[in-house]
């Protein structure tokens, strides 16, 4: 089937429609896939006969959410499964099995306050509710695929190591190929590139097996097997879908050729780390509300300013949901082409928000926020980052002028004259300006999603931070 039959076929809108597509495409297992509160895919596998039309209104009883991260406790442990019929697919990699995203439901039938799902739901009701029926989101998630990995920490004692081979890397003894040099990665050809068919076969799944458009793939700037496909912008929530859709189809595509796929943002030391771009506008009425071809700076408007001050002002506080691991700040250092400063520029990728200025017209203009990796739950992420432009917006929050200088070449009292900020340095200095500034998330999260979040990203980050370095040993050993 070509591309263009493939993505005109409709997303299923209701039961009644998956299950004809079921009987037609000879499913016979469903996988009922949701989120945990981090982001983290699970799921539970039924046989179809046990799906009814009535489940996609009522919800399936089949989740224990004492057992998930960041849901219940055991004493009130059990929910439900909601299906959303959009998202239903056949996975091409199991015997006649189909893959259906959830939201999840209290028994009582209202929605989970910590299902992030909903939480995403709410971000587009509240975008609405202000004024923008819709808004386009075009997250670029780097990542890597190696050969194997290993690492070990089951022995703090006997000593923790880990290890990373690929035919690609900068270090590789196989001699085989042509190693890929630190930060020489950026669009090399095959054989350099080793990797080209498996992004091809990632690519082909997206559009072939889950209706999902690519745009482009290409060898990202590390060694060792860095790469990007872009996928073709949506709304919101589908885009959240997508998002964790595309996560799926690599980690699956890359097993199933012998490959370990990982969205760390920062696995390897002394080379770019995986980020994830978040190109976002807001629309009404078919049209772009960042878009002012009178303006002379990038023909963004005053609202598209005005979200730009929002982000600027909470991008501390975003970074706990936009950059939630211990790992995501090895990779927000300066020298790495990483996003560090809050500030904004057309064109300028040492900037945290950049105007892409390929094309200038309404149906292009868009701000990319680029701090943002993808180890982020999109549903949170994504919602996070629409309160903190729409706050912008209500409050008409201005940002310090546009710096079209390299900021990673300003001094320290440039960069304060020019009234530039850093993002945090670590995790728990991200949960700390969370708590500190968490107003402007009403309504679209739930006190208790926060709460519960805040509870597991602390916990996280204490059992990394207790734990000794292998380069603690070097600096410290004969202190």
């Not at 490959?259 to 696995?267: D, E, G, L, N, S």
């Amino acid at each position: 089937m070509s591309e263009s039959v493939l993505l005109s076929v409709p997303k299923p809108k209701t039961g009644a429609d998956v299950l004809g597509r079921m009987k037609q495409e000879g499913v016979t297992w469903l996988d009922l896939q949701f989120v945990d509160l981090v982001g983290d895919l699970q799921h539970i596998s039924v046989p179809t006969h046990t799906i009814e039309e009535d489940d996609f209104e009522r919800g399936v009883g089949k989740l224990d959410g004492s057992s998930i991260k960041g849901f219940k406790e055991i004493y009130e442990s059990d929910m439900l499964l909601l299906p959303i019929a959009s998202t239903y697919r056949k996975i091409p990699w199991e015997k006649d099995t189909g893959r259906i995203f959830c939201g999840v439901k209290e028994v009582t039938g209202t929605r989970f306050s910590k299902d992030s799902r909903h939480t995403a739901e709410n971000a587009e009701r509240v975008l609405a509710q202000a004024g923008f029926d819709t808004s386009y989101w075009g997250p670029e998630a780097e990542f890597f695929l190696f050969d194997e990995v290993h690492f070990d920490v089951t022995n703090p004692h006997r000593g923790q190591s880990y290890s990373i081979g690929s035919m690609e890397a900068a270090w590789s003894p196989t001699g085989k190929g042509y190693p890929i040099s630190f930060k020489g990665g950026y669009y090399p050809v095959p054989p350099a590139d080793t990797l080209q068919d498996v992004r091809r076969s990632i690519s082909d799944s997206l559009q072939n097996d889950f209706g999902i458009p690519v745009e482009a793939h290409h060898h990202e700037v590390a060694t060792a097997g860095q790469c990007e496909i872009n996928m073709r912008f949506d709304s919101l929530v589908p885009m959240a879908d997508n998002l964790l859709t595309f996560k799926y189809v690599v980690k699956n595509v890359a097993y199933n050729a012998g490959k370990v796929a990982t969205f760390m943002p920062k696995p390897m030391y002394g080379d770019n780390g995986s980020g994830m771009h978040c190109n976002q506008s807001l629309w009404n009425g078919g049209k772009n509300q960042f878009f002012d071809a009178d303006e002379k700076y990038a023909q963004i408007s005053q609202n598209a300013i005005y979200y730009i001050g929002g982000l600027i002002a909470h991008g501390k506080s975003l970074s706990a949901f936009c950059n939630p691991t211990t790992n995501s700040y090895r990779r927000l250092v300066p020298g790495y082409e990483a996003p560090v400063y809050l500030a904004y520029s057309k064109s300028n990728r040492s900037a945290c928000i950049r105007i892409p200025n390929y094309f200038s017209n309404e149906k292009s203009k868009r701000l990319e926020y680029r701090a943002p990796d993808p180890t982020a739950n999109p549903y949170l992420a994504f919602a996070a980052m629409s309160a903190a432009g729409l706050d912008g917006i209500k409050k008409k929050m201005m940002p310090p002028a546009p710096v079209d200088a390299n900021i990673w070449h300003m001094t320290v009292a440039e960069r304060r004259a020019a009234g530039i900020q850093e993002l945090p340095g670590s995790l728990p200095d991200a949960l700390h300006a969370l708590e500190a500034d968490r107003a402007y998330l009403k309504p679209i999260f739930a006190d208790d999603l926060i709460d519960s979040y805040l509870t597991l990203k602390y916990a996280e980050s204490n059992a990394v931070g207790t734990r000794p370095h292998p380069y603690e040993f070097e600096l410290y050993l004969n202190a």
